[in-house]
């Protein structure tokens, strides 16, 4: 990742990113979904519509 992502709901560091359906943001620690907190830095998950990714 080239750049530094920025939490979307409170623009701490983003730790990951998780998109269901229609929608994806960008996260920090404290916003993510707990499927993102479960991944290890680089790891993502694809489950039907979701996706979620850790840096």
Same mark, same amino acid.
């Given at each position: 990742? !080239?750049? +530094?992502? +920025?939490?979307? &709901?409170? @623009? +701490? @560091? #983003?730790? $990951? &990113? ?5 929608? =994806?943001?960008?996260?920090?620690? @404290?916003? #993510? @979904?707990?499927?993102?907190? #479960?991944?290890? !830095? $680089?790891? +993502?998950?694809? =489950?039907?519509?979701? &996706?979620?990714?850790?840096?």
């Amino acid at each position: 990742m !080239p750049e +530094k992502m +920025k939490c979307e &709901y409170c @623009d +701490k @560091d #983003a730790v $990951g &990113y998780q998109g269901f359906g229609c929608c =994806s943001a960008y996260v920090c620690l @404290d916003h #993510a @979904d707990n499927f993102v907190r #479960a991944l290890k !830095p $680089g790891e +993502k998950l694809l =489950s039907g519509e979701c &996706y979620f990714e850790r840096f």
